[in-house]
């Protein structure tokens, strides 16, 4: 399939390695939820998701319990939700998730970042049309059904499109349906590999190897921040 899918794979796998960093960043989601909105996720839907996603990246009960009650507590830090987007090497573009309790010091980093790698960042909102904002749903297709079975099924969830690549199945569906696809999904006995909210490119571009590589070392940096939840690029 060629050298640039053969580096993206191997960048791809790079990150599962980090993958002792994602249950901080669940567990701060679930706090920063149940901050906003309360503690009981049968009354605050973003909770709810929150929980779903941990959940989905198989994220310990006791984990998720302990981090909904660092919410309630009174010494409990206040963290805020920004975005943050930019241009990288090549072009690339970059959309930034964070969860913080300094947002001075996240823009900073986040600044530090970009700039060093001879990109910047640009102003909020500027690239917010560049990707759609999905909820993911990657699955295993359940001995017996037929895909357009199955689609008949998630349809009134919000399903927009299911994929196949490489023998895995992916539903899609708006960021805001993502609480009623996971509840169809438990309904079907159908448990998710993994269950995420994501920007998509709405118009992806593709980079050679060589400019991947460069991407890819604004990314690790990038990523490997604390206050950072998300990172989307248009890598096609």
């Known amino acids: 399939m060629g050298r640039a899918f053969e580096y993206r794979r191997a960048a791809k796998e790079k990150r599962w390695d980090k993958m002792s960093k994602i249950f901080p960043k669940l567990a701060k989601a679930i706090t920063v939820a149940?901050?906003?909105?309360?503690?009981?996720p049968d009354m605050n839907g973003k909770l709810r998701s929150a929980i779903q996603m941990a959940k989905a990246q198989n994220m310990p009960k006791d984990n998720i319990d302990a981090a909904i009650k660092r919410a309630d507590g009174k010494d409990a830090e206040t963290f805020v939700e920004v975005n943050y987007e930019g241009k990288g090497p090549h072009g690339v573009l970059i959309f930034v998730e964070c969860a913080t309790d300094n947002t001075t010091r996240t823009v900073a980093n986040v600044k530090s970042y970009f700039n060093k790698s001879g990109g910047s960042?640009?102003?909020?909102?500027?690239l917010e049309f560049m990707f759609a904002r999905k909820a993911v749903f990657e699955f295993a297709m359940p001995d017996g059904m037929q895909r357009d079975d199955l689609e008949l099924e998630l349809i009134d969830a919000g399903l927009e499109d299911i994929q196949e690549e490489e023998?895995?199945?992916?539903?899609?569906?708006?960021?805001?349906?993502?609480?009623?696809?996971?509840q169809a999904f438990q309904r079907l006995n159908l448990?998710?590999?993994?269950?995420?909210?994501?920007?998509?490119?709405?118009?992806?571009?593709?980079?050679?190897?060589?400019?991947?590589?460069?991407?890819?070392?604004?990314?690790?940096?990038i990523e490997d921040d604390e206050d950072v939840q998300a990172v989307y690029t248009n890598i096609e």
Do not use: C, W
């Open 167 to 182: 023998g895995r199945y992916f539903a899609y569906a708006d960021y805001t349906q993502f609480g009623a696809m996971s």
């Open 121 to 126: 960042v640009v102003p909020t909102g500027s």
């Open 34 to 40: 149940a901050k906003e909105g309360g503690t009981d």
């Open 191 to 221: 448990e998710p590999v993994s269950a995420i909210l994501k920007r998509i490119p709405n118009s992806p571009v593709h980079f050679s190897d060589e400019q991947l590589e460069d991407i890819e070392r604004l990314l690790d940096k």
